[in-house]
């Protein structure tokens, strides 16, 4: 079975150009976070979608968007981008309040 | 808001020895956590959940505790294995989402 898989893998953009990153989860599952990863820390909790409304908002500025799509599948948008947003950018899935699966990511760097 | 302690920030043991990482949360109204295992540049591997009702999970030579009530979780590797050389980080899931701390960076030598 196919795992959560993340697109692009590592992406290279400059200051205030936009990005939009894809999440495609575990068959089945409904529910699609985001997570911010900068080097060194923990990852710090984007949103959360469930079947495609959003269920929960972290502390980011509204420079980050996200939706999800009739097959569960979500994009994370953002613009203006700043050197700071340059992380890892992790998708998971998960059964509701179950056992959240992780994909590779896409590593973000912002010149 | 959740606040996640992980202790020690690092560890490095030879092989065979038992590891033991520490994990505290400052929100006990969490419903599970989970402990998670990350390689350098790479995604989170799901290792361990144990529900909120749980005190103890077991996963072949892991074992997790949970003591909701004062915040804290422990995870014990048997046997260590420089396969084992990773970022453990722990997540105890409220309000929909995971929170967590920087994670213990171990290193087995061989």
């Known amino acids: 079975d196919a795992g959560v898989t993340q697109s692009p893998t590592h992406l290279i953009k400059t200051r205030g150009q936009q990005v939009t990153l894809r999440c495609s989860p575990i068959?089945?599952?409904?529910?699609v976070s985001w997570y911010q990863q900068v080097l060194g820390q923990g990852p710090q909790f984007i949103f959360q979608?469930?079947?495609?409304?959003?269920?929960g908002r972290g502390n980011f500025p509204d420079r980050f968007s996200a939706r999800q799509f009739p097959n569960y599948s979500s994009e994370l948008n953002v613009n203006a981008l700043l050197l700071g947003d340059s992380a890892l950018y992790l998708c998971?899935?998960?059964?509701?309040?179950?056992?959240?699966?992780f994909g590779a990511g896409t590593r973000l760097s912002v010149l | 808001k959740q606040e996640v302690t992980q202790i020690p920030a690092a560890l490095s043991v030879p092989e065979g020895e038992n590891l033991v990482l520490n994990c505290s949360f400052t929100?006990?109204?969490?419903?599970?956590l989970q402990w998670f295992r990350q390689d350098p540049g790479k995604g989170l591997t799901s290792l361990l959940l144990?529900?909120?009702?749980?005190r103890e999970q077991t996963s072949g030579r892991l074992n997790a505790s949970l003591d909701k009530s004062s915040g804290r979780s422990t995870l014990y590797i048997a046997a260590s294995q420089p396969g084992d050389s990773a970022t453990y980080l722990c997540?105890?899931?409220?309000?929909?989402?995971?929170?967590f701390g920087a994670g213990t960076t171990v290193t087995v030598r061989a």
């Open positions: 998971a899935s998960s059964l509701l309040e179950n056992i959240q699966y």
């Open positions: 144990i529900q909120s009702s749980q």
């Open positions: 929100d006990s109204a969490i419903y599970n």
């Open positions: 979608y469930y079947e495609k409304e959003e269920r």
């Open positions: 997540a105890p899931a409220n309000d929909y989402k995971l929170s």
């Open positions: 068959s089945g599952h409904k529910s």
